[in-house]
């Protein structure tokens, strides 16, 4: 049974008798998600604690769950300033915040469901692993693809033979270009030195599914990408830094105007990155002062990104397989692809729909994963829901198999995504390191005793 920690702070080796209490450090899109995902649940999970800067969002989501004045704070380092308040703590902070909270929760005693990516170094991915197997932290990172129905009914039928041994796979992720112009060229994920390059912030999900779906470690990657069309040289001629003040913002693909107003109009998936450039009001005042003043209205060559907006890698596997996968922002917003190449068929997904062509029938199979009918890209294709209700049950149940993005699997996948990003900025192939992690711990400890002059806790 996973050791889980009851309120008083003892040890717990058997399932809960009450609801698994859990607070939520940033309370944003995702945060807010997996909390309503918890007030499904009353008798299994009950939100208790809030750290969120924005009052506004901070009150509605204190409001929601019931959470006492004194356990809302403006600030998530209050926190470590107060005795544990929760058995759990979901950690949806900005992405360069991830290490500090992380091994500071553990240290407290919180288990962790933490969102992708872990952190924005390898070596602060390794503190946190670390810091979780020293003080026994059930820890589980929101690799929400792994725990998709799409997924688990893939896996299934590879698993059965119906395509023989993988030799090859191709997967791509098409971001969408208004995505990619909100998120990655006017929000919060343009810049490396604010956020983390693209290949992490955006598609760790996708190398850690691929490593997952082939079942191999990974050898040897190699990468190519680059920022080919946002900047400056790109900019048609005449046109100017806000998309309100541009005369030919009509004629532009990627006009700030068009996506936002069409979101606040006329609903559908635009509406979502509406309410995130209006701070989650969705009027028209409010949408012309953030078109006006904020950074969502600026125009896409004139904005201060520095991510790449295309990448491939391409990765060997022990035993010899291979994957390329490609990502691009200039697409329709649409589910990833994917074809794994095996000895007897070949397997074509598209996140709900799963064909396989038999080599000796020459037929195909067509599998419909969706439960309800929706689209793959509702609730990454019921794979939040998924992950999230796999942690209460491993934490509430005591059922530590159930968390199938623990951090062992969820350090290696990162590992393979900062050894593509090594690869695509020094040209070269890059050869990983398959050292097993207990081995790699004993390393970190005593490299950290060393530079701190003390012995690690």
């Known amino acids: 049974m996973i050791k889980s920690t009851d309120f008083t702070g003892g040890d717990r080796t058997a399932p809960l008798d009450r609801p698994l209490t859990i607070a939520v450090l940033g309370a944003g899109a995702r945060g807010a998600a997996y909390a309503e995902l918890a007030a499904r649940r009353p008798r299994e999970a009950k939100v208790v604690a809030v750290a969120e800067p924005q009052e506004r969002i901070r009150t509605a989501v204190a409001a929601r769950h019931g959470i006492e004045a004194d356990l809302c704070f403006d600030d998530w380092r209050a926190l470590l300033h107060r005795p544990r308040l929760a058995d759990a703590a979901i950690i949806a902070l900005q992405d360069a915040e991830h290490m500090e909270a992380a091994v500071a929760l553990a240290d407290l005693g919180y288990h962790l469901l933490l969102e992708k990516p872990m952190a924005t170094s390898e070596e602060d991915c390794e503190r946190i692993a670390e810091s979780a197997h020293r003080n026994g932290t059930a820890l589980s990172v929101t690799h929400v693809m792994r725990y998709t129905p799409y997924t688990v009914a893939l896996k299934d039928v590879l698993s059965e033979g119906a395509i023989g041994d993988i030799v090859s796979m191709e997967h791509l992720e098409p971001i969408g270009y208004y995505h990619f112009a909100h998120s990655f060229v006017r929000g919060s ?269």
């Open 189 to 457: 994920w343009r810049r490396e030195d604010a956020s983390t390059f693209l290949l992490m912030s955006k598609s760790c999900h996708d190398l850690d599914w691929i490593s997952y779906v082939v079942g191999q470690p990974v050898s040897r990657v190699a990468s190519f990408g680059s920022r080919s069309h946002f900047r400056l040289e790109a900019a048609p001629e005449g046109s100017t830094d806000r998309c309100v003040t541009c005369p030919v913002e009509s004629e532009c693909a990627y006009s700030a105007k068009r996506v936002y107003l069409s979101g606040l109009r006329n609903g559908g998936t635009k509406q979502y990155f509406t309410k995130v450039m209006s701070g989650g009001e969705l009027t028209e005042e409010a949408v012309a002062t953030a078109l006006a003043e904020g950074p969502y209205g600026r125009c896409v060559y004139r904005s201060d990104n520095d991510v790449v907006d295309h990448q491939v890698v391409s990765l060997e596997f022990e035993g010899g397989a291979t994957a390329s996968f490609t990502l691009a922002a200039f697409t329709p917003l649409e589910n990833r692809h994917t074809k794994i190449f095996g000895t007897r068929g070949q397997l074509t997904g598209d996140g709900r729909y799963i064909q396989v062509y038999d080599f000796l029938t020459e037929r195909t199979t067509v599998i419909d994963t969706s439960r309800d009918g929706s689209s793959a890209a509702e609730g990454h294709a019921g794979g939040d829901e998924a992950l999230f209700h796999a942690f209460i049950d491993a934490l509430h149940g005591g059922r530590p198999e159930l968390i199938a993005s623990g951090i062992e699997a969820s350090l290696d996948s990162h590992r393979i995504v900062f050894a593509a990003e090594r690869a695509r900025r020094t040209g070269q192939v890059v050869q990983l390191d398959r050292t097993p992690f207990e081995a790699r711990r004993k390393h970190m400890t005593i490299r950290r005793s060393t530079t701190q002059g003390k012995p690690s806790p």
